[in-house]
């Protein structure tokens, strides 16, 4: 029995899938996971998503669909959280290539359904970015989740859209969404983040964590990204939502933009034009700055008083917890050390480490 889970953003929400295929299903044989390889720039230094040419040790799957088994590597300089995860992980993680627009993701979907006759298919967003119109003013990367939701529309087979944590990207805010969720279908737990804990030991994904953290009873407000956003993780945090799959389509307007593009070149210029930005030209620009950036390992003697000070302004703003990555930027660290910071900080203040957040009040 296969199931298809369809991790609507990439990066995060294939972590998520594997938690709710065990939530959801008992973790019963391996699930075929379908998921972008675009990973921040801490992991992955150039701009964009990854395509199948970007690696080398693909698995054929069908004849547009590979799999990204343990042995694959991503070619310099790009980087890839996939390998790993399907080293952790008992899925099959088939790479979603985006480069040939909706057209080439629909193909994908189509293959991967005749193949394997999936039992269910379901479409995981973290967040519900999927809900976005497109102009919402805190709206940072809708892209990957507008692409998948054109494609998914089009394929001839019953599909489920899930949104798990409402709001816990820090893009849209719960109470915009709220409206327009469907019925809880399961509310993670403890429990359920278990099967995939040690991944959230090194997985970048602040959504992920976040989800991971709340189903674990973590509570307050947490603070992501490089700008700093602020994000409540209440009781809705571990909530997973049946959303109207039709009803999403016809609010998100770049999903309707893209609808039949062959390139991703297009998606992008759409993205432009509905949302007046692509998340792309974003991180080619941070790249941009980042390139020259001195990687060295983080000094305790320098890191953890430039951590009090820190701590001590969030308090100020009311954050009880950040993340990993938001450490990193915030303490002015390369993000390839972000691994060697966690390191140093749970060593030096286990009592800090709420796993898997970094509390601060």
């Known amino acids: 029995m296969t199931r298809l889970i369809v991790a609507a953003g990439g990066g995060g929400d294939a972590v998520a899938a594997a938690m709710l295929h065990a939530a959801l299903y008992g973790g019963e044989g391996r699930a075929v996971i379908l998921t972008y390889a675009w990973d921040r720039l801490i992991v992955d230094p150039v701009p964009g998503p990854r395509g ?9 799957v069908t004849p547009a669909v590979r799999a990204v088994p343990a042995g694959a590597r991503p070619i310099a300089p790009a980087g890839s959280t ?22 080439g993701v629909t193909r994908q979907l189509e293959e991967l359904v005749g193949h394997f006759d999936p039992e269910s298919i379901d ?14 003013p805190t709206l940072k990367s809708p892209l990957a989740d507008a692409l998948t939701l054109a494609a998914v529309c089009q394929v001839n087979a019953s599909v489920r859209l899930l949104v798990a944590g409402p ?16 019925p809880v279908v399961h509310t993670l737990t403890a429990g359920d983040v278990e099967r995939i804990s040690t991944v959230l030991e090194w997985h970048p994904s602040e959504a992920a964590a976040m989800l991971a953290a709340t189903a674990r009873g973590v509570r307050g407000t947490c603070e992501v990204r490089d700008a700093g956003l602020p994000v409540a993780l209440t009781d809705e945090g571990p909530r997973v939502h049946e959303v109207d799959l039709d009803a999403a389509v016809s609010r998100n307007r770049l999903a309707q933009a893209v609808m039949t593009t062959a390139a991703l070149d297009e ?12 998340e792309i030209d974003y991180e080619r620009a941070k790249a941009a700055r980042l390139k020259d950036r001195p990687s060295a390992p983080p000094d305790p003697d320098a890191v953890l008083p430039r951590l009090e000070r820190f701590e001590a302004e969030a308090r100020g703003r009311g954050v009880t917890h950040t993340t990993f990555r938001h450490l990193t930027e915030a303490l002015d660290i390369d993000g390839s050390r972000r691994g060697a910071l966690r390191r140093l900080l749970v060593d030096s203040r286990p009592e800090r480490y709420d796993a898997p957040l970094w509390r601060i009040a």
């Open 267 to 278: 998606v992008e210029a759409h993205s432009r034009e509905v949302c007046g930005f692509s």
């Open 52 to 60: 199948a040419r970007d690696f080398t040790g693909l698995e054929p």
């Open 167 to 182: 709001g816990l990207d820090g893009e849209l805010s719960p109470d915009g969404l709220r409206p327009l969720l469907g």
């Open 82 to 103: 996939l390998p790993r995860l399907a080293a952790e992980l008992p899925h099959t993680f088939a790479l979603l290539d985006p480069y040939r627009g909706a057209e």
């Open 123 to 136: 479409v995981l967003d973290v967040g519900g970015d999927t809900l976005a119109r497109g102009d919402e």
